[in-house]
């Protein structure tokens, strides 16, 4: 499978919502999704690796802002 045609849907992604990409390259997907969310002005993503239902792939999210303390 080749990493040009995954298509990551970062546009639809809220913050605290992610998506899992199935592949085999973990860290060629890792960084290909990440450098797509850098372009779409997407600074909040993370990527994991992991197994999600038997399958090897990332797991990319958008980070919660962090909240603060009311004191």
């Known amino acids: 499978m080749k990493t040009s045609l995954i298509q990551f849907p970062w546009l639809?992604?809220?913050?605290?919502?992610?998506?899992?990409?199935?592949?085999?390259?973990?860290?060629?997907?890792?960084?290909?999704?990440?450098?797509?969310?850098?372009?779409?002005?997407?600074?909040d993503a993370r990527a994991i690796t992991g197994i999600h239902n038997g399958f090897t792939g990332v797991w990319f999210f958008r980070k919660l802002p962090a909240q603060k303390s009311q004191t």
Do not use: S
């Open 12 to 43: 639809k992604v809220e913050k605290g919502q992610g998506f899992f990409v199935p592949c085999l390259d973990t860290q060629a997907v890792r960084e290909l999704g990440l450098k797509k969310a850098v372009l779409l002005r997407i600074l």
